[in-house]
């Protein structure tokens, strides 16, 4: 394995887009912190991780001596400011909460060194946003990693209004270390990714909801009729149904289009804890 460019990556956030970016900088070669405010959350994280590679393994898709490097190069702990001191990277993967977000970034801006890229992981919040009065605006940018990130090949970068060349540069070469295919998106409410996934995504519901077809039906219609890897129920399933009707809500307030108004059976299901394959129950049930 080659010396990375980026060397040392801080994640921050061990949910499943964190232990994702881990993943698969830890896999470019890369030191790499996980970290979380909750230790154990951390390195829960971290045991996903080796059960993914385990499997990768069984398949014939990695080494056993791949899966040892991969591991060793990803350390967990709830030492935020220590990770980020060290870090060429920081990509922040919490939830979808503004204050929250520039916080952080505002931290990152206060202890990175001046050389680390800085980037979020968000899907739908404004990037000049989340960086304004952090004095690094410059440096902040867009970094939508895509579930499951080890296997999805879309990196979509998003530049904040002052967002630097020297920082779309870097965080093009990131993408190129991680062997992900990068777009450059203007910073716009959704991007150009959620945009279009969110507006699919609640006409299939809108189309359960009026009893169109079933909801496997209309994922077989766009599977095999429009050659999509999953259909947009499906998917919906898998990112969570409250973090899409979260991103539609923003998105309908932002955009004032009626096309982004979450449909009724999205906010019923959610309601009702039908939140997709992580509470066992969406547009289809999952085993426990």
Partial sequence: MTSPTFSR????????????????AASSGAAVH??????????AAKDQIDGTLTR???KGRVTEDDRTSILEKIVTSDDRIGAVSAA???????????DLKR?????FAANAPAHALLGTNTSSLSITSIAADTGAADRIIGLHFFNPVHIMQLLEIVRGEETSD???????????????????????PGFATSRLGVLLGLEAMRMVEEKVASAADIDTAMELGYRHPMGPLKLTDLVGLDVRLAIADHLHAELKSPRFEPPQILRDMVASGKLGKKS?????SYDA
């Fill in 9 to 24: 990556v801080a994640v921050i956030g061990a949910g499943t887009m964190g232990r994702g970016i881990a993943h698969v």
């Fill in 34 to 43: 996980l970290i979380d405010a909750d230790a154990a959350a951390a390195a």
């Fill in 56 to 58: 990768a393994v069984a």
């Fill in 88 to 98: 060429d990277v920081v990509v922040e993967a919490v939830p979808e909460i503004m």
């Fill in 103 to 107: 916080s952080l970034f505002a931290e």
């Fill in 166 to 188: 020297a920082t779309v540069a870097a965080a093009q070469a990131f993408a190129s270390q991680l062997d992900k295919e990068a777009i450059l998106v203007r910073d716009v």
């Fill in 280 to 284: 066992g129950a969406g547009f289809y």
